[in-house]
């Protein structure tokens, strides 16, 4: 039987939310090993003159702990 623990990580990007997401992972993955999953639960963008300026995620991610 695995043992898997989720954690919620928040991130952004200027490019777009899928971008924001791989950073997410990215960064959570320097101190989490064996991440299973990732389910993106929020997104959301910044606006300034009508234009979109940051896109942000709030994700959840799974790993198995050993």
Not at 4 to 12: G, H, M, P, S
Not at 23 to 43: L, M, P
């Amino acid at each position: 039987m695995a043992i898997l623990k989720v954690i919620e990580v928040l991130a952004n990007s200027e490019k777009s939310w899928e971008d924001a997401t791989k950073k997410a992972v990215a960064q959570a993955s320097k101190s989490v090993k064996n991440i299973r999953s990732v389910y993106v639960q929020d997104q959301s963008a910044s606006v300034d003159g009508g234009e979109i300026t940051d896109f942000r995620v709030n994700v959840k991610i799974t790993f198995e702990v050993k």
